[in-house]
């Protein structure tokens, strides 16, 4: 089952965050792609200077309590079954 | 100024000072950790093998340093050693676990054992501590705030499109 299908059971939310800020080319990036989520701007640096994002992708996996419970770097070809696995842990 | 001078051999030792000035600067552990990370790396490419581990031990929150230390544990013999920090290393980097070949090592000095990816699952999960918070807008122009998420959990993807 995917994330999609476990966001209910999980009580989970996706977020996307471009670092670069740059409008035109996200809008074009995502346009066609499927994904019923946020992407958001990050037009400050913020990704960079507070979370100290070394390199993307990056994706945080944060509780709810809103602690970042897993920091995961880099392309996986298992992504759903990575991140799955955190989000049953925490 | 280090990562430009580490490219050439010759200037291995100023890029040393430059990451150690940068470790000494450093505001945050993560920064820390990769200055350190650095030089671990410049010291291992000079043959200074016990000087890397030494330093790139006290960068152990950063998945690189695992990864040069899981080689040079590997190099050394110390193969136990070399797993675990290949399996942080791996915890981080989810895509280079073949990269680094673990399945075939850890086979070969855990023979018939079959408890790798719990241990590295358990290597995954930490606490950094609370998402910092901070407003967005997205592609349509809609306001967001992190802390809106409280209460959820919440997977963030951070890229970019180059």
């Known amino acids: 089952m995917s994330l999609r299908e476990r966001q209910e059971e999980l009580g989970l939310?996706?977020?996307?965050?471009?670092?670069?800020?740059?409008?035109?080319?996200?809008?074009?990036?995502?346009?066609?792609?499927?994904?019923?989520?946020?992407?958001?701007?990050?037009?400050?640096?913020?990704?960079?200077?507070?979370?100290?994002?070394?390199?993307?992708?990056?994706?945080?996996?944060?509780?709810?309590?809103?602690?970042?419970?897993?920091?995961l770097i880099g392309y996986m070809k298992n992504f759903e079954e990575v991140v799955g696995g955190v989000l049953d842990r925490i | 100024m280090g990562y430009h001078l580490m490219d050439d051999e010759k200037q291995a030792d100023l890029a040393e000072l430059c990451f150690e000035r940068a470790r000494d600067l450093a505001s945050h552990s993560i920064e820390r950790n990769q200055a350190i990370t650095m030089i671990g790396k410049i010291r291992s490419g000079q043959g200074r093998k016990d000087d890397a581990v030494e330093i790139l031990q006290g960068a152990r929150g950063n998945p690189v340093a695992q990864r040069y230390l899981g080689e040079l544990f590997w190099d050394a013999g110390k193969k136990e050693e070399a797993l675990d920090a290949y399996i942080r290393f791996v915890a981080s980097y989810p895509g280079a676990r073949e990269k680094v070949s673990l399945d075939s090592l850890y086979a070969l000095v855990y023979q018939g054992s079959s408890d790798l990816d719990e241990m590295i699952m358990d290597a995954r999960i930490r606490d950094e501590g609370p998402l910092p918070d901070e407003g967005f807008v997205d592609v349509e122009g809609k306001s967001y705030r992190l802390t809106g998420y409280r209460g959820t959990n919440l997977v963030v993807n951070i890229w970019s499109p180059t």
């Open chain 1, 13 to 71: 939310k996706l977020l996307s965050i471009e670092v670069t800020g740059n409008l035109k080319k996200t809008r074009e990036v995502v346009k066609d792609k499927e994904g019923n989520f946020p992407v958001l701007l990050d037009c400050r640096g913020f990704s960079r200077d507070v979370l100290h994002i070394t390199g993307t992708p990056t994706t945080l996996i944060v509780d709810r309590q809103g602690r970042i419970r897993s920091r």
